[in-house]
């Protein structure tokens, strides 16, 4: 090897050795002991209470008082440039919810709707499914022991089929786009992919707000068209207690409406269905007065899913039996009329009312339908 070669190698060699020794030979606590350099004055240590503009001084770039301001700002709002009520609030204050952590509110909202609602919501229908296929299928349809006598009474006027329609339709509509809502994720989701998803999960989430307000004005008259005949009455008692004849066994007479029909009307339509109307439009921000506060829509959200999912579970029973369950049924509420032996089968006192006059054959003007072809031969 070249001699000049040898001797650049050995200074290259020299030099590192010196500046690693320049290194090495500074022991730490020596040159810590040095302290430090002179005229160096330290910061003061920062306090725990800084602002984050003392922080800036004590400690720049520590930023511990802004985070610990975000963390607490569910207690004491700091100041955002963000307009509108609780702007200042970057995480909520911690909450339980129920079957949630004690955490912030934003996360407890989060564990009982992903822990809680999807889960037992989701159950909870497909049970109610599979019971009523269950029973059609170890039933069929009820009814339908008498042949039609060929005489028709009106069962349903004109005003009140397009009442009870226009609000089927809004809550199915309903039904349909909170269960993607819910469910999309799922079920949709692996199968559209995500831009798809997506747009279809938003046309149904715009078309939910709109169509919202609009069933509850028609739940509102549904309930005040029917109210009159869903009123307790002598018979009722005695139609729950034989199951209406739905588990074997002559079916116990009753008024216009039997008393199931009444138990569904009271609680699933009134009773949930307020809750269900009240927390929806909250959480449309329909009333004017509201700040809608995160907690709030996260209170009326947890209502508003717990009241609509058992809402879709009890009608789904008025939807069965309003369709295939009962022989007839859906004609009554489809075309207005029903036979007088279906009258007499389902609703024996209310037929006997109009036997003896006290309730009119037709109530309305309008011509009686013709017999359908699903009529009792
Ligand atoms: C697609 C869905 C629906 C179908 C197929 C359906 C079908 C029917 C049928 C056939 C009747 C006549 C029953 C009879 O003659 O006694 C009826 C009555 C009635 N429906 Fe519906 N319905 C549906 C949705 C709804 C909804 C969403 C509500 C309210 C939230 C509702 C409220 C009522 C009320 C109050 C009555 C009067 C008698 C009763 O209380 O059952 N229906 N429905």
Not at 217 to 240: A, H, K, M, N, Q
Not at 244 to 270: C, D, I, Q, T, Y
Not at 271 to 294: M, T
Request: include cysteine; aromatic fraction near 10%.
């Amino acid at each position: 090897m070249q001699r000049w070669m040898r001797r650049l190698i050995l200074g290259i060699t020299l030099a590192c050795a010196a500046l690693a020794a320049a290194h090495a030979q500074q022991p730490p606590a020596a040159e810590a002991a040095k302290g430090p350099p002179p005229g160096f004055v330290a910061p003061p240590l920062p306090k725990p209470d800084e602002t984050n503009g003392e922080r800036a001084k004590s400690q720049p770039g520590n930023n511990a008082p802004l985070w610990r301001a975000v963390r607490k700002s569910g207690e004491q709002q700091g100041v955002t440039s963000l307009p509108g009520a609780e702007m200042g609030t970057l995480i909520q204050r911690f909450v339980q919810y129920p079957g949630s952590r004690y955490t912030t509110a934003g996360e407890a909202w989060r564990e009982v709707r992903n822990r809680w609602i999807i889960p037992y919501g989701g159950a909870l229908i497909v049970i109610v499914l599979v019971a009523i296929a269950l029973f059609h299928w170890r039933k069929g349809p009820l009814g339908g022991k008498h042949p039609d006598t060929g005489r028709r009474i009106e069962r349903f006027t004109p005003v009140e089929r397009a009442a009870h329609w226009v609000n089927a339709i809004a809550f199915a509509i309903l039904a349909v786009s909170g269960l993607a809502m819910a469910f999309g994720k799922f079920i949709l989701l692996p199968v559209l992919g995500l831009t798809l998803n997506g747009w279809l999960t938003y046309a149904l989430k715009t078309l939910h707000n709109i169509v919202g307000p609009l069933f509850a004005v028609s739940l509102l008259i549904v309930i005040v068209t029917f109210v009159r005949d869903e009123l307790p009455r002598p018979g009722d008692l005695e139609w729950l207690r034989k199951g209406g004849g739905m588990l074997g066994g002559a079916e116990a007479p009753s008024h216009r409406f039997n008393a199931g029909e009444k138990v569904l009307f009271w609680f699933a339509m009134v009773a949930i269905g307020v809750i269900v109307v009240a927390s929806g439009l909250y959480l449309d921000k329909v009333f004017p007065a509201f700040d809608y506060l995160r907690g709030d829509m996260q209170v009326a959200h947890l209502f508003h899913s717990v009241a609509a999912m058992l809402m879709m579970a009890l009608l789904l029973g008025h939807i069965y039996l309003g369709t295939v369950g009962v022989k007839g049924a859906y004609d009554g509420m489809r075309h207005g009329w029903v036979d007088e032996a279906w009258a007499q089968e389902h609703h024996a006192l209310w037929h006997d009312d109009i036997k003896a006059g006290r309730i009119p054959v037709q109530r309305s003007g309008s011509a009686p339908a013709a017999r359908p072809a699903s009529a009792n031969p």
